[in-house]
């Protein structure tokens, strides 16, 4: 069984930058698929970035270049990044962790981008 709490969201204005973190409780390997996706109002969730098999890092083509994923083994915790924050990032963001061919997801963290 794995928990997923995610912090770190807030209001920032564009052009900012906020830093998600995604702290698990249980047992997390480091060749567990790990990542974020978001979901704004009236879209489906969507997918920000995902760290396969430990090594392999696909990021969404809209946060290329802005956001960065990283993990701290020891620590079973996850941050995501984010640079030149944009209106359109607006949305929930939720972790996501595949442990054991089962997907757990956090509560989700509001970040809002708005002058």
């Known amino acids: 069984q794995v928990e997923l709490v995610e912090s770190g969201g807030g209001l920032v204005q564009p052009g900012g930058s906020l830093r998600l973190s995604c702290a698990a409780s249980?047992?997390?390997?480091?060749?567990?698929?790990v990542g974020w996706h978001r979901q704004a109002p009236g879209k489906e969730r969507e997918l920000v970035v995902i760290?396969?098999?430990?090594?392999?890092?696909k990021y969404a083509d809209s946060v290329k270049g802005r956001f960065t994923i990283s993990r701290e083994y020891g620590k079973n915790t996850m941050y995501l990044q984010m640079n030149s924050l944009k209106p359109e990032d607006t949305a929930v963001y939720y972790c996501?962790?595949?442990?054991?061919?089962?997907?757990?997801w956090g509560q989700g963290t509001q970040v809002t981008v708005s002058s």
């Open positions: 996501y962790v595949s442990h054991g061919s089962v997907g757990y």
């Open positions: 760290i396969r098999g430990g090594t392999s890092i």
């Open positions: 249980g047992s997390i390997f480091s060749n567990d698929d």
